[in-house]
């Protein structure tokens, strides 16, 4: 849950009626459309299988609100090295949330389109 926890940080929304949608459907058991009409997939109880890890995600419950809520509200800066990055990163995690593309899938392109563009800028 670590890359999903680092994406989901990295793309706090600033509005809190955003950051409150965000959390619903992170909280949802069930797959939906958001108050914004966007679709989503809920994950729980999906399994995320990466290289010897493997485990299942559940939906958020109070506790994951509560600690997820201190790690945003804990924050106290903005550390952005390289937007082409996070450009990259941004793009496929909608992908993902959207229901485009699996988790495995996400994290796959991800990796191969950082590691083209850190190749090519050196």
């Not at 010897?52 to 903005?78: G, L, N, P, Q, T």
């Not at 959207?98 to 190749?119: A, F, H, P």
């Amino acid at each position: 849950m670590a890359i999903i926890v680092l994406i989901i940080v990295a793309l706090a929304p600033l509005r809190e009626d955003v950051y409150e949608e965000m959390v619903k459907v992170m909280s949802a058991t069930d797959s939906g459309k958001d108050k914004y009409g966007k679709e989503y997939m809920s994950m729980d109880g999906m399994t995320v299988n990466r290289d010897d890890i493997s485990y299942v995600s559940h939906a958020f419950d109070e506790e994951d609100r509560k600690e997820f809520r201190s790690i945003i509200d804990s924050a106290d800066r903005m550390l952005q090295k390289d937007t082409k990055i996070y450009s990259i990163i941004e793009e496929e995690a909608a992908n993902y949330f959207g229901g485009n593309k699996s988790l495995d899938e996400t994290c796959k392109v991800i990796q191969e389109r950082v590691s083209i563009y850190i190749n090519e800028s050196k």
